[in-house]
């Protein structure tokens, strides 16, 4: 009789028999945004409605009126303006006088520059470092067929290709922008020692 595998087999799958219960919908949601949305037209109508500034009240002089009129004569219409009543007019706009332009043509400000004292520090320029002094010559030759005159300098087990001195760190700089656009791209900067 063959035995039977237990650790192959997997215990049946379940599945859920129960089907999700469907979304409600959210009527507070709903109800809230409604709220919020009728405020707001309700703002906007009484902003429209507000008139942008108040009219000026205009005294109108009483007139002597006889105290009887006779029944056949109309009213006066509202809709006819008195051509006796004088307009109102604005004041001249003062002319602006802004100061400020004549004081800044005749202000000058001064500014101190402070004075960089000259270094006296020598760089140099290293292009290599290598521990043969085979593959020290070959970058050395490399640097003069581009322009660059360089040293080969021992140092322990060391052989470095070494360019300089330079004046200044900027002479070491323009050196180095000239080995990058050559195909020297790791050239660091150092103090001459």
């Known amino acids: 009789m063959a035995r039977k ?4 087999s997997s215990a049946p799958k379940r599945r859920n028999s129960k089907k999700a219960p469907p979304r409600q919908t959210p009527w507070i ?6 709220v919020f949305a009728l405020a707001f037209i309700y703002v906007l109508v009484q902003l429209n409605n507000r008139p942008d500034e108040p009219a ?10 006889p105290k009887e009129q006779p ?5 006066p219409k509202a809709t006819q303006a008195p051509a006796s009543q004088p307009k109102e007019t604005l004041p001249q706009k003062p ?29 140099q320029m290293q292009c290599g470092s290598f521990r043969n002094y085979d593959q020290a010559e070959t970058q050395k030759a490399k640097l003069a067929f581009v322009g660059l005159e360089s ?5 322990g087990d060391w052989y470095r290709v070494v360019l300089g001195p330079y004046e200044g760190k900027r002479a ?22």
């Not at 949601?29 to 409604?34: K, L, M, N, Q, R």
């Not at 029944?71 to 009213?75: R, V």
């Not at 180095?176 to 001459?192: D, M, S, T, V, Y």
């Open 151 to 155: 040293q080969v300098r021992k140092t």
């Open 56 to 65: 000026p009240k205009v005294q109108e002089k009483p007139q002597a009126q």
């Open 95 to 123: 002319k602006e006088e802004w100061r400020y332009v004549e004081t800044l043509k005749n202000k000058e400000v001064e500014v101190e520059v402070p004075v960089r004292p000259k270094s006296n520090t020598p760089y």
């Open 5 to 8: 595998d237990y650790v192959k």
């Open 71 to 75: 029944k056949t004569q109309a009213p």
């Open 172 to 193: 070491a700089q323009n050196e180095q922008h000239r080995a990058e656009k050559a195909g020297f791209p790791n050239c660091a900067i150092w103090p001459w020692r």
């Open 29 to 34: 949601a709903i109800g809230v945004f409604g």
